[in-house]
């Protein structure tokens, strides 16, 4: 399937964007089968892979969100949002958002507003580079309706969201 170019921070290839064979994973941050396998691939195969088979095998993450984790659109979001802002940092952020993956089960989030979980991913994202105070401005919901008066304005990843899981 391919990858449009302003996505490309999906892409995670040994050495090579254009490998012989690519490995699609699709992904929910808040669901605990695709931390398993994501940790596997990432520190485990991929080292593997950029040993003996470099330039011949890619990985693409693909945002897979499930809706039965309320919290799973929004941390897809913060993925987003570091594609935009630093692509070479989403593998990482990913990595790093897995390995926190419990703050955001049901439970840990079911009280918390919106932009309230929008900051506790930030503080993730600043961990692995990316610049916090951009992420929040990209992700941040507003309170107040547009200037044509709708209400259900999103914020500045959700068109980007919508192309990826189309």
Known sequence: MAL???F????LAANNIHSVHTIELYLDYVCPFSAKLFKT?????LPLVEKNYAG???FIFRQQIQPWHPSSTLTHEAGVAVLKLA??????????LFDKQKDFFDVNVVNQ???QTYEKLAEIAAATGVDKKEFLKLLHVSDEP????????GNGV?????LLVK
């Open 113 to 115: 507003p919106r932009n």
């Open 87 to 96: 692509p070479e940092k989403f593998w990482p952020f990913s990595a790093a």
């Open 4 to 6: 449009a170019p302003k």
């Open 41 to 45: 691939i990432y520190t485990g195969v």
């Open 146 to 153: 547009a200037e044509d008066g709708s209400l259900n304005i």
């Open 56 to 58: 011949k095998v890619q």
């Open 8 to 11: 490309a921070g999906h892409r």
């Open 158 to 162: 959700t068109n980007d969201l919508k």
